[in-house]
């Protein structure tokens, strides 16, 4: 008996020894540089950590880096010049300490940065806008619990093509989901009202149209046989989970 608690003791220290470092605060990048945008550049638009340091935003206007930064959709900004819709930029930034910065941490550490090197300055008020509504039917949804560390792939970066469009899904919140999907793809604010907590695993795969992606994308040609995003949408989630417009 005394060997077994001796034991267990070696095992619980040597667990202990194993622990993960505490995670800094992410108040701001250590270094950042922005730059405009090279003419030629053709790799889309998107947001990433590259890697646990690694921030990387490429062909960005200011607006939908706001709306990334504070999880908006870009129809619900107005004001500013003209150029923070026409004017793109990259971004390269290196995150603090060891641990790999969530989702939360990033856009906190970006709306800091905006506001140091574009002076960010902005007021929030009350308007009626029409929404899209991510919900969950009666019958409960069906969607794949994640099977993926949280700190493997980035959950959610789209994937176009002439034929149309993917997000494949990883270790990824229907919050996370609502909330790319308002910043990037769709025309309106999009909510997140299914209630789940959970994480999943998904491919979404889309025959996108002209109010998608602020009209960078070209459209799904005729040869496409990939549905709707909503018909996908529910196709994905089997078909328990749907997205619908209201008005709020």
Request: charged share 20%.
């Amino acid at each position: 008996m005394v060997k077994n608690i001796v034991a267990c003791v070696a095992a619980v220290v040597s667990l202990l020894a194993q622990a993960p470092a505490n995670r800094p605060t992410f108040d701001s990048f250590e270094v950042a540089t922005i730059k405009p945008t090279a003419p030629d550049w053709r790799g889309g638009r998107f947001i990433t950590m590259q890697s646990a340091h690694s921030f990387v935003a490429r062909s960005h206007a200011l607006k939908t880096l706001i709306a990334a930064a504070y999880n908006l959709s870009p129809r619900a900004i107005l004001g500013g010049p003209a150029w923070i819709d026409s004017d793109h930029y990259d971004i390269l930034a290196k995150a603090p300490g060891e641990v790999r910065p969530n989702l939360d941490e990033q856009m906190s550490m970006l709306r800091q940065l905006l506001a140091d090197r574009f002076k960010l300055a902005f007021h929030r008020e009350p308007r009626e806008l029409s929404i899209y509504a991510l919900t969950v039917a009666k019958n409960g949804p069906k969607l794949k619990e994640a099977t993926v560390s949280p700190d493997g792939p980035p959950p959610l970066i789209f994937r176009l093509s002439p034929q149309g469009a993917s997000l494949p899904g990883r270790d990824a919140t229907t919050g996370e989901l609502a909330s790319v999907m308002q910043r990037s793809a769709l025309d309106r604010p999009v909510l997140d009202r299914t209630g789940l907590s959970g994480r999943y695993d998904f491919d979404l795969e889309w025959t996108r149209d002209e109010t998608q992606f602020g009209g960078l994308a070209p459209q799904g040609t005729a040869e496409s046989t990939k549905p709707d995003l909503f018909a996908a949408i529910q196709q994905t989630t089997r078909p328990e989970t749907g997205c619908h417009k209201r008005v709020g």
